[in-house]
Each structure stands twice: as C-alpha cells, then as structure tokens.
C-alpha cells in the first residue's frame, strides 16, 4: 500500500498549479459573470501541452497516464470549473477514443492536431430523447458509396462552436439500440454541421453547451471509428475513463470551496457549528478524493475500473455539491452575492451531478457490477 | 388538534392560487433573467389586497394572521420567489410597528402599507453586524423633537424600493444591544442613499439594497418603543417572520416538485416514463415525505404565533431551519430528475434552486436558527 504520488506526478501537480492559480484563477468570476469562453486559460493549457496529457509522445502527445489526467482536472478545476471541463472533456471523451479505438492513419492524422490544442475535441451521444439511454439514439449515418451520410440533433454538447472535431455517435443500420451504433470523426468544418441552440446554464458559465445538428453531413469511410456497430462499446469506454476527469473537476470545486470556507473562518472567527461543518467538509473531500485516485490508478494499469469510476463520480459530485452549499452556508449573505467564488461553486457543482452519466446512471452501473461480479 | 384551515383562509388562498398561476407563473422566467423587480405584480398584488393580508382590519388590512400570510407567500413562492418577497417582506418591515408602535403609530403608518400604497423594509444588518445583529454601528442622535441617523445597512430586502423603513440604531453606543432602539423612515421626509444593488445567486427579481444614512432626520414620533428597546423589537420581530420565510421555501420546493413530478410522468427513457423506475420513485417520495413533514413544521409555528404561544421562539425558527434545508435538498434532487433539461434556463427548476439557497440564509442564518433551538433547549 502506497498512498504518497509518485514523484513525477507530484512534480506534476505543481506545474499545473502553477498555471492554473497564476492564469486561469484571475478570469473566473469574468468568465462566469459574462458568460465567455475562457479565451487565456485555454491559450495556457495548450502552450504547457495540457491539451495533450493522454496522448502519446509519438503523436506529440505528454503521454501521461489516468492519474495525471485527474490530478490536471482537479487543479484547474480549482481555479475555474469552467476551463476544467473544456479540457477535461477535449481530452478524455473528445479524443481518447481516438486513441483506444482509431486505426494507425486516424491516430496520425488526428492525434497531433488534437494534442497541440489546435483542434478542440467534443462528445456527441446525447439527443433530445435519447439521455440516460443512450443505446435509444436515433441519428442515422446512411452508408452511400464510399461513405457515410450523417442526419440527426445531438444535444448537450460541450464545447459546442469550439471544437473541431466531434466524436458523433450514429446509427448505421443492422441491430436495434446498441447493436447497431457506430461511431464517427466528424470534422467542424464538414458540410451540414451546424450550431443549433445554445444553452443558457446555472453555471459553469465559460464551458458553451448547445445543439449539433448535423444536415446530410458526408464524411468518408476512414472518419468511422471501430467498427460499423461497435460504436457503443466505444461510447461506454470513453464515459468510463471521461468519468475519472469528471472525479477531478468535482474535487477541484470542492477543494475550491473547502479552501474558501477556512480562509472565511480564520479571517472572521469561528465556533464549533462551523468548525464541525468545515470538518465534515473536508472528510468528505478526502475520502472523494481517494477513490477517484483509485479509479485513475486502475485505468492506468489496464484493471477494470468501470464501478470504481462510478463509484468516484457518484461520490465526488455528490461531495462537489454538498461542500459547495456548505461552503456557501457558512459565508451567509456575502456568499450568495455573484461575484462570490462561492455562490460560483454552487452553481458549478450542479452540472456535475447530471453530466458523463447523471448520478442515477451511475448507481445503475456500480448496482449491476455489484450483482453480476460481486 | 386541527390541521384544517379556517373557509376565510382557504378562500384567501384559492383567489390567490389562481391570481399567481395566471399573472405570476408566466412572468417569473423573465423576471429571473433581467433581474428587474415586478413593479406590476407588486401593484397587482395591493389591488387585490394581498399585501393588506399582515394587517388586522382596524389598520386598515385584512387579517393580520401568520397562518394567512404564510398561505400566501407559499402559493406565491410556487410560481416565483423574488414575488413571494413582495409579501413576506410587507409582513416583516410592519411587524415592528404592529408589534411595537403605540395605537397613534398604527393607525398613522398601517394603512398606507395595507393598501400597498407603500412598500415596507427591515434595516437590521450592517457590513460588520450580520449575525451578531448588537454589534451595529448606526448611530441615531436626539436633537430636540428628532433623531439624527448615519450609518449603513446592508443586504437589505427591497431597501431601494420602499416608502417606509423600519431601521435599528445606536442611541446609546455604550451600552451594546441594550442602547438599540428601532425607528421608521418615511422616505419622502426621511430620505435614505441607496448606495449600490447586489447581484445575487438567486431572488433576482427582489432587490437587496445597501443603503446609506447620512444624517436623516427622523421625528421622534417615528421611534418605535422606548429607546433601547429595538434590539428586543427586532428579535420579536424575527420570530414571527421566521414561519415566513419557512412558507416560501415549502412555496419553492412544492413548485419545483409539481414541475418535476410531472415531467418524470412524460419523459420517457428505456421504453418507459422515468417514473416507472425504483430508483426515480424513492426519490418522489422521499421529496414528498419532507415537504409534507416541513409543511406541518410551517403551519404549526405559523399558529404558535398567532395564539402568542410561550415555545413561539423555539417553533419559529425550527420551522424556519426544516423547511429551508429542505427546499435547498428537495429543489437540487428536482434539477437532479430533470437531468441536462433541469440545468438549463429554458426548464424553471434551476431558478428554483437558486432561489432556494437564500432561504437558509436570510432572517437569520440557518446556524443561528440552531443556536436559538439549543439555547430554547437549555433554558
């Protein structure tokens, strides 16, 4: 048993901390308070190649593993949720499954470009009836000649309008529901892409969250990834190593606000109603913490990892939102005020209890893992 | 033991169930978004002689019972909880002169109030006195036949609104909370700074003003009590408006729950509504069983109250805590069953939420509620 970070981790941990606390800290109330795209934040991650943490060194790439993942998430999430979750999911769910699943000439062709930050990845599974079920989906890819012909509306899309490339899920005929969906690289600039409607959220105001629709969209053979009616599987592998990123972002807000709350009581006093809130806080924080670090040290040893995953998505958010309304409790008044990191946190924290799997979905797979594997 | 209303009450109710789902529900996603107080529901709201529900007849009202007013903000809260404000806060900025004017007070300050011709506000809270409410530091100054007062007051609840304002001060610096006595502000002969407006989590709609006292004069006919007497006032004050703020967030937790409720019914994931599934059920009733269970809570203190019971103090803030914490629980589980639709504007139950968070905070911070319950407890 060894619970210390291996040292190139650690050392890792204070590069991005680094970053994230100078450059990425001092524009998170602007980027929530006008609902904008965290324009400098992003600029940073791509120069320090946070963009690239998963990816390989031969596709230009940091090729660090799961744990590194989450250790970034968490501490830029500590300085802004809204930049955590763009890159989380840029490099996660956007572009692992390029790399887990793509043939050699999709990884060379993708993997730089995604790796440097000049292309921002996305995830398109959801539609507007198809959430929790996401085997119900009912975009069709229409196989025509030497390629395919995408039709359908995807909903909730994070980084919608910024990303480049989308990973799109579609149905390509055969089996119903899971069986018969595969996966597609579908480049921004095809035509027929198009930004539908842009969500207005309670929080996590910086990350764009919209509509893709896609029109007639033709895209050739070598853009489907795996193969024809596995596209599922890949789906299902992404959420799992995406809900570790989510685990890092929950702990980053939650630190965020534990971090706030004990500044708050050192400046202005405190009694044990609030030294016990604070120490449940922070309990709650530690043990998150823990199984999320579990789940990504599992991932990067190639064990099964799919209910410890869950498991730390289900209880980092649960905590995520939790210590943010504690947090917020213990400030009063000043804290609801906007502009307030913590009345941020509040609203940030929501989202992560729904995205990657609502927490329901999640209790699904840690129940169903539970009764088959014991 | 009753747990019915009286056939006035109920009718109250009804009148204003129907006036909130056709004028208020529909206004209460923009009112949200622009932050702008509602004026029209506000004058809605005196036409209909709703906000002369916290006066007795004689002043010119129409009941003058906490049961009645929290029927009211919690029917109002449903649809909106920046317009349910505009009645709780009636009922809390005329409780010190209801509760403390002498007969000449009343019958001069109530019925301008009662009508809706004037908005009411509390001043109790400065920068550096929230919870310790005796540590303020308005001054109030006796000159001849009035008082002069300077200070600031913050976050306080339609501050840049109202005509009348009821203000706690320091006549006696020296002598702590025994040297605070409480005075109304007419805002035509005793102006008042509004020095800037918060942007807020949630409540937008109802505007939370620091104000600034420079040298208003006030005459001494607007001091309510004997001098020193305010720091009473005001937690006699808080007390009875504590079943109101329980009323509004069961208000907010009974409207996002009927939204959720029904949108579980529709939605349908896996072949079936979302509803069908155990999981989705527990939750229900889960929500259920607290709503119910503060609703009691609310309705209870809400008459210890009104019969001037001894435990009044005690109740009042166990029905403001339980209910509070229930609707920040219950609203978060709602954006929770309408997943991604839940988190987005277009959906109401995220403003819900938002709202919901104020309610553990205001009259008296959730963590004051329980240091009032012990301190009930060990006496």
């Known amino acids: 048993m ?22 990425v800290q001092p524009h998170a109330a602007e980027v929530d308070r006008l609902h904008r795209f965290p324009e400098e934040a992003i600029k940073a991650a791509t120069e320090s190649g946070l963009m690239g943490v998963l990816i390989p060194r031969e596709y230009g790439g940091a090729g660090l593993d799961a744990v590194a993942f989450a250790i970034c998430i968490e501490e830029l999430a500590q300085a802004c949720a809204s930049t955590a979750v763009i890159v989380d999911v840029h490099t996660s769910v956007g572009t692992e499954p390029i790399l887990l699943f793509g043939d050699e000439e999709q990884k060379r062709k993708w993997l730089p470009r995604l790796a440097s930050g000049e292309l921002l990845g996305a995830f398109a ?28 509306t995807k909903v909730f899309i994070t980084n919608i309008g910024r990303a480049g490339l989308y990973i799109v899920f579609a149905r390509t005929g055969g089996q119903e529901r899971a069986g018969g969906v595969s996966a ?59 809900r570790i990123g989510i685990s890092g972002q929950a702990l980053g807000i939650a630190q965020a606000a534990v971090g706030e709350a004990r500044a708050l009581m050192l400046e202005r006093g405190h009694e044990q109603g609030d030294d016990f809130a604070l120490a449940d806080m922070a309990t709650r924080v530690e043990s998150a913490r823990l199984l999320a670090y579990e789940a990504a040290w599992l991932c990067s040893r190639g064990r099964p990892f799919t209910r410890q995953a869950s498991m730390a998505k289900l209880h980092s958010t649960d905590t995520a939102m939790q210590v943010a309304l504690d947090a917020l409790q213990i400030a009063g008044d000043e804290g609801t005020v906007t502009g307030s990191p913590l009345e941020r946190h509040v609203r940030d924290a929501k989202a992560l209890q729904i995205y990657e799997g609502s927490n329901q979905v999640q209790r699904i797979v840690i129940a169903r893992d539970l009764l088959r594997a014991g | 033991m009753d747990f019915e209303f009286t ?17 208020v529900a529909p206004r209460a996603a923009e009112i949200d978004r622009t932050g702008e107080y509602p004026k029209d529901i506000e004058k809605l709201f005196a036409e209909n002689g709703i906000l002369g529900i916290p006066f007795p007849e004689e002043y010119g009202g129409i009941s003058g019972s906490s049961v009645t007013i929290c029927m009211g903000v919690e029917e109002i809260a449903k649809a909106c909880a920046s317009s349910s404000l505009i009645l ?29 011709e004037k908005v009411a506000a509390y001043a109790l809270s400065e920068p550096g006195s929230g919870s310790d409410a005796a540590a303020m530091t308005t001054r109030a100054k006796k000159h001849g036949s009035e008082y002069v007062l300077s200070g600031t007051k913050q976050f306080i609840t339609h501050g840049s609104i109202a005509g009348t304002l009821v203000v706690f001060a320091q006549t006696d610096p020296g002598a702590d ?18 020095e800037k407006l918060e942007h807020k989590l949630g409540i937008r709609g109802s505007p939370t003003a620091q104000i600034v006292l420079e040298d208003v004069k006030v005459p001494a006919a607007n001091r309510l009590g004997d001098e020193g007497a305010g720091f009473k006032i005001a937690l006699a004050v808080l007390d009875r408006s504590r079943p109101g703020i329980g009323a509004q967030a069961l208000g907010i937790a009974e409207g996002a729950f009927a939204y959720a409720l029904n ?11 979302i509803a069908s599934f155990q999981g989705i059920q527990f939750m229900l009733a889960d929500i259920a069983t607290q709503i119910e269970a503060a609703r009691h809570l609310v309705y209870r203190a809400a008459t210890q109250v009104d019969s001037k019971a001894p435990d009044l103090t005690k109740v009042a803030a166990m029905a403001k805590v339980f ?47 329980r240091v009032v319950i012990a301190r009930a407890l060990l006496r």
């Open chain 2, 88 to 116: 709780a806060v009636q009922a809390l900025g005329s409780y010190p002169i209801l509760m403390a004017g002498s007969e000449e007070q009343k019958r001069r300050l109530c019925p301008p109030l009662a009508t809706g």
């Open chain 2, 177 to 194: 909370h025994r040297g605070i006595s409480a005075f109304v502000l007419e805002r035509e002969t005793s102006p008042w700074k509004v």
């Open chain 1, 184 to 242: 597609f690289l579908i480049p921004a600039e095809a035509s027929g892409v198009r930004v539908g409607q842009v969500f207005e959220k309670m929080g996590l105001h910086g990350s764009p969250t919209g509509e893709l629709v896609l029109e007639d969209v033709s895209v050739p053979v070598a853009n489907r990834l795996g193969a024809e009616g596995h596209g599922f599987t890949v789906a299902m592998r992404a959420l799992d190593s995406g």
């Open chain 1, 2 to 23: 060894d619970l210390e970070l291996a040292p190139e981790h650690a050392t890792f941990r204070a590069a991005v901390r680094e970053l994230a606390q100078g450059v």
């Open chain 2, 263 to 273: 949108y579980v019914k529709e939605r349908r994931q896996f072949g079936q509504p």
């Open chain 1, 125 to 152: 599974l959801t539609e507007p009836a198809s959430g929790s079920d996401a085997a119900s989906l009912q975009t069709t890819a229409r196989r025509n000649g030497s390629g395919y012909v995408l039709n359908g």
């Open chain 2, 323 to 369: 209910a509070s914490d229930m609707a920040m629980r219950v609203t978060t589980d709602c954006v929770q069953l309408l997943g991604g639709y839940g988190y987005i504007s277009d959906y109401p139950v995220e403003r819900m939420m938002r709202d919901a968070k104020i309610t553990q905070i205001y009259e008296g911070t959730n963590q004051i509620q």
């Open chain 2, 7 to 23: 056939a006035e009450q109920v009718a109250i109710r009804d009148t204003i169930r129907e006036l909130v789902q056709d004028r």
